[in-house]
């Protein structure tokens, strides 16, 4: 009795016995913190700024009073983008500031 002829394998299949070499490199824990706390800063300080944006559109006592508490959620959420730059140890002096404003600008859109 002969013994069949293994069949080659195929490329596109694993092969446990000779794993693919990996070809990018893992972070390393110091830099994957740094991303979860940036993440967990930016999002947390602009939900405060939404918060105020929110409470300055319900506000009953006059359209000053909601404009200068929606400034305040425009400066909350500028300084929230400053804050993810410079968890990175990066210069808060970025365009993306501009991003920050976004919650600022929408109420001033439903309070005007």
């Given at each position: ?14 092969d ?27 999002t ?26 929606d ?8 300084m ?33």
């Open positions: 009795m002969s013994i069949p002829p293994v069949p080659p394998r195929r490329k596109h299949l694993m446990p016995a000779n794993p693919r070499p990996a070809t990018r490199q893992s972070m390393s824990m110091s830099s994957v913190q740094r991303w979860v706390m940036s993440v967990l800063a930016v947390t300080i602009g939900h405060f700024a939404a918060g105020l944006v929110i409470a300055a559109v319900f506000l009953d006592r006059g359209t000053g009073s909601q404009v200068g508490l400034v305040i959620a425009g400066v909350v959420g500028v929230g983008v400053a804050a993810g730059f410079m968890i990175h140890q990066k210069s808060p002096l970025t365009p993306w500031l501009v991003l920050g404003l976004l919650p600022a600008a929408v109420g001033l859109y439903f309070i005007l």
